[in-house]
């Protein structure tokens, strides 16, 4: 099978801080992978590098340039105008007729359960409501490839739980990398599990290994540290 992403010995360097250090990894079609690891880990980095949003200092990373790509930040930015706009303007800018791009971004919104939404501004939407309005407006881009940067951190349960069920729902039809602290919500929705300190990759398993106890606990000491919490 061919990889959608590809990385050997990649590093990157912000001045003094080696922020990934030596990470060589395949990421396959299909795929729901987590990121974890403690504040500072490179999880975010390693997204960033994914999406080519970072270059490496050192290193290679291969794409399958077939394949779209799509990226949400935490913090999804939000257009000053209607959600319905938010949704059509990216594929406005990629060709599609605006006329089409709406009707298309209302098919979006009403995938997300925000057509009622549609012509409110965005930015009056609630946290759970934009990180939704963000996966419409990646979803409505057909990627191949979802990334997602702690796609329910700062949301409350109820609006956490409508986010996991779309991320569920989206894995389906594409490739899902996604960083969190919620360990819960990791073994609700990866199938592989990538555990980073310091910027290195200490433990790469299936998520029922992963949290399986034994393995962890024999190989990988300080990944269990850290599903134990005693690790932050």
Do not use: C
């Not at 935490?74 to 089409?100: D, F, H, I, K």
């Not at 199938?191 to 998520?207: F, K, M, S, W």
Request: glycine share 10%.
């Amino acid at each position: 099978m061919i990889p959608l992403l590809e990385l050997d010995q990649v590093q990157v360097r912000f001045g003094a801080v080696q922020a990934l250090s030596g990470v060589t990894l395949l990421i396959h079609p299909g795929e729901r992978v987590a990121l974890i690891g403690g504040n500072g880990s490179g999880k975010s980095t390693l997204l960033r590098v994914f999406h080519r949003l970072i270059a490496p200092s050192a290193g290679a990373v291969k794409t399958d340039a077939s394949v779209r790509q799509a990226m949400l930040f935490q913090r999804p930015y939000m257009l000053r105008t209607t959600s319905l706009n938010n949704v059509a303007l990216g594929l406005w800018l990629g060709g599609v007729p605006w006329r089409e791009a709406r009707a298309h971004a209302r098919l979006a919104l009403q995938r997300v359960g925000l057509s009622a939404m549609a012509e409110r501004g965005a930015k009056t939407l609630s946290g759970g409501q934009q990180q939704r309005l963000a996966l419409a407006r990646a979803w409505v881009l057909k990627p191949g490839l979802l990334l997602l940067d702690e796609p329910t951190a700062s949301l409350d349960p109820h609006a956490k739980r409508e986010v996991e069920a779309l991320m569920d729902e989206l894995a389906q039809d594409m490739t899902l990398v996604f960083s969190s602290h919620n360990l819960g919500q990791v073994k609700r929705l990866a199938n592989r599990v990538i555990y980073l300190e310091q910027g290195r990759v200490l433990a790469d398993l299936p998520t029922e290994q992963f949290f399986g106890g034994a393995l962890l606990q024999e190989r990988y000491p300080a990944a269990n540290l850290f599903v134990k919490g005693e690790l932050s």
